[in-house]
């Protein structure tokens, strides 16, 4: 079982190192956009009218309803969610919900940054964007929606869950919990429309990528639960992949926020790893479930209040060190850097006219690698979710059992 491991992820980390080699000589990114961005761009423009006439039908109860279900759906929401899924007994489905909210964001956000369509324009196109969290997102590209490929992910792994756990179940409950998910995807597909955040191109595109992960990881989903929780190199397997991982995104035609997101959740699928591997017996390994007589749901209000302030704690704690300690990693091996916001000091108006000084070593040995300036705020944002997602696993069970919650 080992050697299998090790030739897989061997295979994983040279194919993606392989994308990096290949995408940096030939610019396959600029390539692709220069064939695709034409096509989808005039789907956009064409989709204007069907916009306008969904936003014939503005009310205020539609603002609000569109507007809450786009943040029931949204990153920020799942990442608020997870923990307490953790904390509720169900391991195997917060660790595969988890990892897939990653996979989906990383993917996702690849592929709108390699084709950088734009969203609908507007005017004539009304857009709404009732918290910070979506005019984050308005500064995105376009296709595919986020919102839609998330909610088709994370809703169809919810009702595989369910329907392969805890017995067989009834063709009625079956139909039921169906119908109920897809009136879920169709009710944020429309709202993305209605907001003004999507064209129909997105939406659709957003659907069928959605199934494709889906499909995808439902065939690997075992394996990968597997290695995650008993498979060798773990620890230094996913130091490797998150880290190519940062180098294999693509560069999109202007800058946009959908790095960052992609960067925060990587950090917690990898805080999350590096947890399990410390906690998974102790801790993680079939815990009581909420509802049951082992876990009611006063002891699990208690698991609440006493995590959600853990992990906050260690979130800062975590970005503070972060701050600190990497312009100082990076300063000793000469790896030149910037910041964009989270340390004033290192802003990139002064510190682009510092040449490279490579004196030591460590400086010498690093120079041989091109001297690109690199935003230290990429890592410290990746450190800080690490720490958040290891805390929920880690730390935060530890209290729970020095307090018999």
Request: charged share 10%; proline share 6%; net charge neutral.
């Amino acid at each position: 079982m080992e050697t299998d491991f090790s030739w897989w992820q061997a295979l994983t980390l040279s194919s993606i190192l392989g994308w990096v080699v290949t995408s940096s000589l030939f610019d396959l990114t600029k390539l692709i956009r220069a064939r695709v961005q034409p096509w989808v761009t005039r789907q956009v423009l064409a989709n204007t009218p069907f916009i306008l006439r969904i936003q014939k039908w503005q009310h205020g109860f539609f603002d609000k309803f569109f507007s809450v279900v786009s943040c029931v759906v949204s990153v920020p929401f799942y990442t608020g969610f997870l923990p307490i899924l953790f904390w509720s007994g169900h391991g195997r489905l917060a660790r595969q919900m988890t990892l897939l909210m990653a996979f989906c964001d990383y993917i996702g956000n690849c592929i709108k940054d390699v084709v950088s369509a734009p969203r609908p324009s507007f005017p004539p196109v009304r857009r709404l964007t009732a918290t910070s969290d979506e005019k984050q997102h308005a500064m995105e590209y376009g296709l595919p929606s986020s919102h839609a490929l998330n909610t088709v992910c994370l809703t169809g792994y919810f009702l595989h869950y369910v329907l392969t756990s805890g017995g067989p179940k009834d063709v009625i409950t079956t139909a039921v919990l169906f119908a109920t998910l897809s009136m879920l995807v169709m009710l944020v597909g429309i709202g993305r429309i209605y907001l003004g955040m999507h064209s129909l191109i997105d939406v659709v595109a957003g659907i069928v990528f959605g199934l494709l992960i889906l499909a995808f990881w439902l065939s690997v989903q075992s394996e990968v639960d597997n290695f995650i929780i008993s498979g060798q190199n773990v620890t230094s397997f996913w130091t490797c992949l998150s880290l190519l991982l940062c180098f294999a995104y693509p560069t999109p035609e202007l800058p946009t926020p959908s790095f960052e997101f992609h960067t925060a959740f990587t950090g917690v699928a990898y805080g999350v790893i590096i947890g399990l591997q410390q906690t998974y017996n102790s801790y993680n390994h079939e815990s009581p479930r909420i509802f049951t007589p082992e876990l009611p749901l006063l002891v699990f209000l208690g698991r609440i209040l006493v995590g959600i302030p853990t992990i906050l704690t260690v979130k800062f704690c975590s970005k503070a060190i972060a701050k600190w300690l990497l312009p100082v990693v990076c300063n000793t091996l000469g790896i030149p850097i910037v910041s964009s916001c989270y340390v004033p000091s290192l802003k990139a108006s002064e510190n682009a006219k510092d040449e490279p000084k490579n004196t030591g070593y460590l400086q010498r040995v690093f120079s041989l690698f091109p001297q690109k300036v690199y935003d230290v705020d990429t890592g410290i944002r990746f450190i800080q979710y690490a720490g958040l997602a290891w805390s929920v696993v880690d730390v935060v069970p530890t209290i729970f059992g020095y307090f018999s919650l």
